[in-house]
Every structure is written in C-alpha cells, then in structure tokens.
Nanobody, 121 residues
Framework: QVQLVESGGGLVQAGGSLRLSCAAS????????MTWFRQAPGKEREFVAA????????YYADSVKGRFTISRVNAKNTVYLQMNNLKPEDTAVYYC??????????????WGQGTQVTVSP
C-alpha cells in the first residue's frame, strides 16, 4: 500500500501562486509515476499533470500548460505542483495519485485525500 498526503492548498487572488506537495509513504520502493488531478464542484475529476519516476517525462492538461509545473524529489518521496498565474477556474480540490500515468482516474490505485485551492477574482 502507498499512502499519499497533499498539502499547500489555500485561498489566493487571481494571478497569484501556490505550490502543492504530495508526500508518499508506505510501499514506496516501487518506481511510481505520479499525477495531479482536480475536481471542481459539480464537475468530474480531471487530469492536471503527471510525471514519470525519472522526472524526465512530464505531461500537462492544455488548460494549465505554461502556468503549472510538476516536479518531484524521489529522495523525499514527494511530488510538487507549482501553480502560477492562477485563475478562478483553477478553483478545485486537488488530488495526487500514484500507479499510472494516464488521464483516466480508473487507472489509479492510490489517491490522497485532496487539498482545496480557491482562487478569488
């Protein structure tokens, strides 16, 4: 089992920045790719960004490309999501997930509890 804990969410004005963290524990010896999803009220959970174990491959949703950056420090079992130039439409609960590198939620076995990001106009 892998446990994932997100942190770093909060309230920020449009144009501001936040950095989310996702710390993994448990069975972390596997070379897991890590992914960020988000879910806004009344909407389905959507893919945001993903990164391979090596860090060499990163993938982004079109809506966040150029504004968000995913990175990881494997020695700390932690993945980050740097979010710049935030917009009100980025408001959502952000989740990290492990075990796949696809945009499909059903492909993932491990999820964190989520962290709320609210962007005010």
């Amino acid at each position: 089992q892998v446990q994932l804990v997100e942190s770093g969410g909060g309230l920020v004005q449009a144009g501001g920045s936040l950095r989310l963290s996702c710390a993994a524990s448990g069975r972390t010896t596997g070379e897991y790719s890590m992914t960020w999803f988000r879910q806004a009220p009344g909407k389905e959970r959507e893919f945001v960004a993903a990164i391979r174990w090596s860090g060499a491959g990163t993938y982004y949703a079109d809506s966040v490309k150029g504004r968000f950056t995913i990175s990881r420090v494997n020695a700390k079992n932690t993945v980050y999501l740097q979010m710049n130039n935030l917009k009100p439409e980025d408001t959502a609960v952000y989740y990290c997930a492990a075990g796949a590198i696809t945009p499909r939620t059903e492909d993932y076995n491990y999820w964190g509890q989520g962290t709320q990001v609210t962007v005010s106009p």
